[in-house]
């Protein structure tokens, strides 16, 4: 984990899928929020967040070199133009950006590989790791990711 040089260190994780999220970590207390529905919705959450504090470290999950047949020109290009959105108000907030390969966070994780599941029961197993991890927090579909990714961080199996 990245060591806690001061009480007010952040720690954000982010799937910038369009059905990804935002989570974070601050004072103890780890929040996660549904991607926003607009750039601006999303810049402003990244603004309020540094608002909270001065020492910020984001892991930003990156979109896939090789998307296949199964995934839509459109998915990845919104995935894409968010991973940009963010980078991009990460840098200028002047937040230590890390970009992560998804099968880097996922080995962090005593769940397999994908393999020949499917997507859906796929993305139910990294949601049931994430319910074991963080059962205090409503877990869904479109956070699972982003509260793995944030567990890899805060145990320093990603960087």
Request: glycine share 6%; proline share 10%; net charge positive.
């Amino acid at each position: 984990m990245p060591d806690d040089p001061s009480p007010s260190f952040m720690l954000i994780a982010v799937d910038p899928g369009v059905n990804g999220a935002i989570v974070w970590k601050h004072k103890g207390v780890v929040t996660a929020v549904r991607m926003p529905p607009t750039d601006f919705a999303v810049v402003e959450l990244l603004a309020d967040l540094s608002a909270k504090s001065p020492l910020i470290e984001i892991f930003i999950e990156l979109p896939p070199l090789y998307t296949g047949r199964n995934i839509p020109g459109s998915a990845i290009a919104k995935l894409y133009g968010n991973y940009a959105l963010i980078y991009g108000a990460a840098v200028a907030l002047k937040f230590k950006v890390r970009p992560v390969r998804p099968p880097e966070w996922q080995k962090a994780h005593p769940v397999g590989k994908k393999g020949d599941l499917t997507t859906t029961a796929w993305k139910n197993k990294l949601k049931a790791r994430a319910c074991e991890l963080f059962p205090d927090l409503p877990v869904t579909l479109c956070t699972s990711d982003a509260l793995l990714l944030l567990d890899a961080a805060m145990r320093g199996a990603v960087n």
